[in-house]
C-alpha cells in the first residue's frame, strides 16, 4: 500500500501502517481482491480528507463507494433472450407456472432467482435429470434455512454439469447479483444449446472429419469449436471464401448467417439477403429467414451488428438443434463408434474431467483424456492442491509444438506423484502423452483420494498430525450412524448393501437430520427404487453442502472409489459444521484394513 502512488505523496508509511491496523490485527495474513480495494478505499477517502475533499492526483475514479467493489453492468439483451428462454422451457412447470412468463424488462427475473427455484429447474432443463426435485425446497415462501439450501443445491449441481461457479456464493444468489446470475444463466443454457455437439449424441458429426486421427482431434475440441467447425463445413460446401474463427466480429456483416441459411433450408433460400447492403437489414432478414426454422429465440438484428458473442453462439447452436445438414452415413459413422468407451471408463472420465474444472485452474477440460496429454492442465490441479510443488520453470504452457516438451511436463507431473506417494509403480510420463486411459484414471483417482485426505486432515486438528485413512472414514461412518440410533453398518466401500441407498440416507439424515424426507425414501428392493434413492442421495448430498461428481450408477454398482468420495464429502461437512469431538471420529481399526492407504493407493486396487 505504501508504494501505491495516488497515497504516498499524501500519507506516511506510518499513516498507512496505523489505518490499515485498524481494520486488521493481523498485517502479516493474505488478503483477497475484495478486501484489498476496501482497505484502498479506505485509504482513499482519510487521503482525500486530508487534501480536504480534493480529488487524488492517480486515483481511480471507479473507485466510489465502500458498499461495492466494480460497477458491473449487464446487457440488457442477453437478460431479454435468457428470460425469452426460461418463458419457453419452463413455462409448464407445476411450481413456476405461477410466475411465468417473466417480463424481460424488470427485475422479476431476480427476484425470482432469489428463492433458489428456478435455476434448479433451469439445471435440470440443460441437463435433465441433474437434480432430484424431491430435494429442492418449493413451498410458496422458504424460510432462510430452505432458501439457502436451494441455492447449495443449486451451486453444486452447477458444478457437477460443468459450469465455473468459482466466484459465485449462496450469498450471491440470495442477492440475486445480476451480473452474476446473468452469467450463471449464461453458463447453464450454453451447456443446454451445446449438449449435442459431441460424436456420442450426433455421430453424423464424423462428416466433419476425414479419417480415424481427425476423429481423435475432434473429439477433444470444446463444444463451441465443433460448432464453429461445423458452420465453416457448410459455408466451405456453399462457396463462402471466409473462415469463421468467432461468435463475434466474424458475423456481423450477417454474410457468414445468410449463406449458412441458404446451404441448410434451401428450400427458403433467397438473394435478397446477400444484395441488401444495410447491416442492420440484412440481419432481420436472416432473422426472418431463421424464424422459418424454428430458431427465433435467442438474437435481434441488433445483436448480430454488433457482434453479442454469448447470443451469436446461442444462435448457431439452436440452428445446429433444429436442421445440421449432415448425412448419416453408416460408412462414416463407424468411426464414432470405434472411439466409444466403456460405462464405467466414460463415468470415471466424466467425474474426474467436472472435478478437475471445479478446482478452477486456467485450463478447461473438454475432453479428459485428450486434453490432460500436454501434461500442462494436471501441472495446473496438482499446483491447486499441493501449492510450490510444481517447478514452473521447467514447464512448457500449450500449444506444444515439440512432443518432448509435453514428455517433460508429463514427467514432472509423475515426479510430484511419487513426492505425494501415489502408487506409480512402471508408469512414465510417456503414457500420459501416449493417452493411456487406465493409466490417467487410476493417476487422477489418487489425486482426487489424496485431495480429500488432505482436507480431512486438515480439519481434523486433534489428530496431532496423523493421516487420515479409507479406514477412518468408514469407521466414523458407521459410529455416525450408530449413535443416530440407525441399526446401517457397512464392512467396506465395496459393501453391496450400499446398493439400496439406506446407508446413506441414514448418515446424512445422522449428520442433519432435516435434511431428508423418509416419506419420499422407497425400501429399495427393486433396481427402480435402488435408483430413485441413490438419484435422492445425490441430491440431499448436494443441497446440504457436499461438492460431488458421481453418478447414480455408482451408488447402485457400489463403485468404490465414487463411494469413498461420497462418504468422504459427507464427513468433510459434517467436521466443518458440527464440530465433531475426537470421539466421534474413531481412530484407524483393523476391522477395516482392507480400506487402508496400500490397498487402495493404487487406482487398480481401487476398483469396485
Given amino acids: 500500500m505504501c508504494k501505491l502512488k495516488a497515497l504516498k505523496d499524501i500519507l506516511t508509511a506510518d499513516d498507512i501502517s496505523q489505518i490499515l491496523h485498524e481494520s486488521s490485527s493481523d498485517m502479516s495474513e493474505e488478503i483477497d481482491f475484495e478486501s484489498f480495494l476496501r482497505a484502498y478505499l479506505d485509504l482513499q477517502g482519510r487521503a482525500t480528507a486530508k487534501l480536504g475533499n480534493t480529488k487524488l492526483k492517480n486515483s481511480s475514479s471507479f473507485l466510489k463507494a465502500r458498499t461495492t467493489t466494480i460497477r458491473h453492468n449487464i446487457s440488457e439483451s442477453e437478460k431479454a433472450s435468457y428470460v425469452a428462454h426460461i418463458n419457453s422451457f419452463l413455462r409448464e412447470d407445476k411450481f413456476l407456472k405461477d410466475y411465468l412468463p417473466i417480463d424481460p424488462s424488470g427485475n422479476e427475473l431476480f427476484e425470482l432467482v432469489k428463492g433458489g427455484v428456478l435455476l434448479c429447474k433451469l439445471i435440470n432443463v440443460a441437463v435433465p435429470g441433474t437434480i432430484d426435485e424431491r430435494a429442492i425446497n418449493t413451498k410458496k415462501v422458504v424460510n432462510p434455512w430452505e432458501r439457502n439450501e436451494n441455492h447449495t443445491l443449486c451451486l453444486n449441481s452447477a458444478k457437477a454439469i460443468g459450469c465455473t461457479v468459482v466466484n459465485i456464493g449462496t450469498q450471491d444468489l440470495v442477492e440475486a447479483r445480476p451480473h452474476l446470475v446473468v452469467g450463471l444463466i449464461s453458463q447453464i443454457i450454453k451447456i443446454q444449446l451445446l449438449a449435442d455437439l459431441n460424436l456420442k449424441k450426433t455421430p453424423q458429426l464424423v462428416e466433419l472429419v476425414e479419417d480415424s486421427k481427425d476423429v481423435e482431434e475432434l473429439l477433444g475440441l470444446a463444444p463451441e469449436k465443433v460448432l464453429l467447425k461445423w458452420m465453416n463445413f457448410h459455408l466451405k460446401k456453399a462457396g463462402y471464401k471466409k473462415q469463421v474463427n468467432n461468435f463475434s466480429s466474424d458475423l456481423k456483416d450477417g454474410e457468414a448467417y445468410a449463406h449458412l441459411l441458404n446451404a441448410l433450408a434451401p428450400e427458403h433460400g433467397t438473394t435478397t439477403t446477400l444484395d441488401t447492403k444495410d447491416p442492420t437489414e440484412r440481419a432481420n432478414l436472416i432473422i426472418e429467414q431463421a424464424e422459418k426454422l424454428d430458431c427465433k429465440r435467442y438474437v435481434t438484428p441488433q445483436d448480430i451488428v454488433e457482434g453479442s458473442p454469448n447470443l451469436n453462439l446461442a444462435f448457431v447452436a439452436q440452428i445446429f438443434q433444429n436442421r445440421n445438414g449432415l448425412s448419416a452415413d453408416t460408412k462414416n459413422i463407424s468411426f464414432a463408434e470405434m472411439m ?9 472420465e466424466r467425474c474426474f474431467r467436472l472435478w478437475i474444472n ?77 493417452g493411456n486411459k487406465k493409466l490417467i484414471l487410476a493417476f487422477l483417482w489418487q489425486l ?53 441407498g439406506t446407508f446413506f440416507l441414514e448418515l446424512l439424515s445422522a449428520v442433519e437430520p432435516r435434511v ?33 461428481f458421481l453418478l447414480p450408477e455408482d451408488i447402485i454398482e457400489v463403485n468404490q472409489k465414487m463411494i469413498l468420495t461420497l462418504t468422504a464429502s459427507i464427513m468433510y461437512w459434517s467436521l466443518q459444521h458440527k464440530a465433531d469431538t475426537p470421539e466421534t471420529i474413531p481412530e484407524e481399526d483393523n476391522a477395516a484394513s482392507d480400506e487402508s492407504p496400500a490397498a487402495a493407493t493404487d487406482g487398480e486396487n481401487a476398483s469396485p
Fill in 340 to 348: 466409444e468407451d466403456d460405462a464405467q471408463t466414460s463415468r470415471e
Fill in 448 to 500: 482426487m483420494r489424496f485431495t480429500m485426505l488432505q482436507l480431512l486432515k486438515n480439519l481434523r486438528f486433534h489428530a496431532q498430525g496423523k493421516e487420515i485413512t479409507d479406514a477412518d472414514i468408514l469407521n466414523w461412518a458407521n459410529k455416525k450412524v450408530k449413535s443416530a440410533g440407525r441399526k446401517s453398518q457397512v464392512e467396506s466401500f465395496k459393501d453391496k448393501s450400499l446398493s439400496n
Fill in 358 to 434: 471445479s478446482l478452477g485452474t486456467d485450463t478447461y477440460i473438454n475432453n479428459l483424456f485428450d486434453n490432460v496429454r500436454t501434461g500442462w492442465p494436471l501441472l495446473e490441479v496438482l499446483d491447486k492442491i499441493a501449492p510450490g510443488s510444481v517447478n514452473w520453470k521447467q514447464a512448457t504452457k500449450p500449444p506444444i509444438k515439440m512432443p518432448f516438451r509435453k514428455v517433460e511436463n508429463c514427467n514432472q507431473v509423475i515426479r510430484i506423484g511419487k513426492e505425494l506417494n501415489f502408487s506409480l509403480v512402471n508408469v512414465a510420463g510417456n503414457d500420459i502423452v501416449q
Fill in 516 to 548: 431428508v424426507n423418509w416419506s419420499v425414501v422407497t425400501k429399495g428392493e427393486t433396481d427402480e427404487d435402488k435408483k430413485l434413492n441413490a438419484t435422492y442421495i445425490i441430491s440431499v448430498a448436494r443441497k446440504l453442502g457436499c461438492s460431488i
